[in-house]
């Protein structure tokens, strides 16, 4: 699994703390949606030049630890 804290840091002054890539202003929520709503990897990162497929991994890997954690705590 991928270590999502390598491309994923909490920057508290940026998008109002959320989640941003790689020092980027594109969020996790953001490119979760995309995939959500039915594009593929390829066209988000068509659309998105500055991301790599291991930042959508993070993205993934982040949304996956962040369910565990509240799966543990509830």
Known sequence: MINYQ???PIEPGKRS???CIR???ITVYDVLSYLAAGMTT???LD???GL???DILACL???ADAKKKKSTVA
């Open 23 to 25: 020092g980027m202003r």
């Open 47 to 49: 659309d998105f030049p």
């Open 42 to 44: 390829e066209e988000v």
């Open 52 to 54: 790599t497929r291991e």
């Open 17 to 19: 703390g959320q989640a």
């Open 61 to 63: 890997a982040y949304a």
């Open 6 to 8: 390598d491309y994923i």
